[in-house]
């Protein structure tokens, strides 16, 4: 079984106590002034407090398409013409499966270089990220926002038509047009999310043969054939929605 933990930026979290010490791992934002009577120490106690964050699956959420939405637009607003296409992925992208309350946002990038040069940007407008974690990944960056101690988005850079493009997005849509394998998904996850509760590295593990399962039989269905080929470009995110 290929280990998977670092996938979803899960493995960044620390066992409980230690958010101090990992807070040290990330790249704070520059630059950015705090908002009127709001104390500069609320920001690094939110980046503590998500850190640790437990995991917690919540009922489906029709919003979560519009919040997928409204960052992708600002994505290209703030960043015109530095990606190829940006997607909704994970659980929040499919409708009626539960999930952790997530945006998960997939950007394509032509080469990893290209997502390199993205990350101070990004930091100045809203993300952190850990130098130390991305160092680790060998096809893509990582980010994440997070508000009032909880996350809200994580944001996976990767090459356009590459691998982790293809397995995100093939997921995401054998998971849109199968309901069965929906409910399937959203009972496992509801098991796993009680028995690693403060451990979402061994949540994130736990779900591997699942997901691996469904994407070999998915390949086995479709003859191989590519995601990257079937989403649109520029970013629409909402094709199958």
Known sequence: MKDDRSRSGDRLT???GRGRVAIDRFQFRKNVRPRIGIPLMQHS?????????EVRISAHDSRWA??????????LGILPGRFAAIEH?????????SAKPIIDIIAGVSALCDADALMEP?????????????????????????????????????VFGGEQWTR????????RADSSLVARYAHLKQELAEQHRCDREAYTFAKTAFIDQVLK???GA??????????????????LT
């Open 89 to 97: 992925i994970g659980s929040t992208a499919v409708p009626r499966l």
């Open 14 to 16: 620390p066992v409980s």
């Open 45 to 53: 106690d939110s980046l503590a407090q998500a850190i640790v964050e």
């Open 217 to 219: 039989s998915a390949e």
């Open 122 to 158: 990004l930091c100045m407008h809203g993300y952190e990220t850990s130098l130390e974690f991305n160092a680790t990944l060998p096809d893509r960056r990582w980010l994440m926002r997070h508000a009032l101690g909880r996350r809200t988005h994580h944001l996976h850079l990767v």
């Open 66 to 75: 519009t919040q997928f939405v409204a960052e992708r637009d600002r994505l």
């Open 222 to 239: 479709t003859g191989g054939a590519s995601a990257g080929s079937m989403c649109s470009v520029a970013g629409s995110g909402e094709r």
């Open 168 to 175: 995100h997005l093939r997921f995401r849509d054998v998971l």
